[in-house]
């Protein structure tokens, strides 16, 4: 766990693997590149994703379709990179 806080962003407060594969797929992006995830909705609504959601509000495009299953909500998050410029972590 300290690996990842210490070399992501997103993994700070509670840890979850999509939030890692977001952070990291976008690093991986050349500008205008797009890339796709199915991931669950609490990304959007639980407080501990707030640095995921920054990478995608601040640096992407987000194209985004809500998918309402029986038992629960599924998101097909789409996003382009909007510049080359990687996500840093702040000096502390």
Do not use: Q, W
């Amino acid at each position: 766990k300290k690996y990842f806080a210490d070399n992501y962003k997103t993994g700070k407060g509670r840890l979850n693997l999509y939030t890692l594969f977001i952070e990291n797929g976008y690093n991986r992006l050349k500008t205008n590149g797009v890339l796709s995830y199915i991931i669950p909705d609490n990304l959007y609504s639980n407080i501990e994703y707030r640095f995921a959601r920054e990478i995608l509000v601040n640096k992407t495009t987000i194209n985004m379709k809500i998918l309402l299953r029986f038992i629960c909500v599924i998101i097909l998050l789409s996003f382009i990179k909007k510049n080359n410029v990687p996500i840093l972590l702040k000096a502390l």
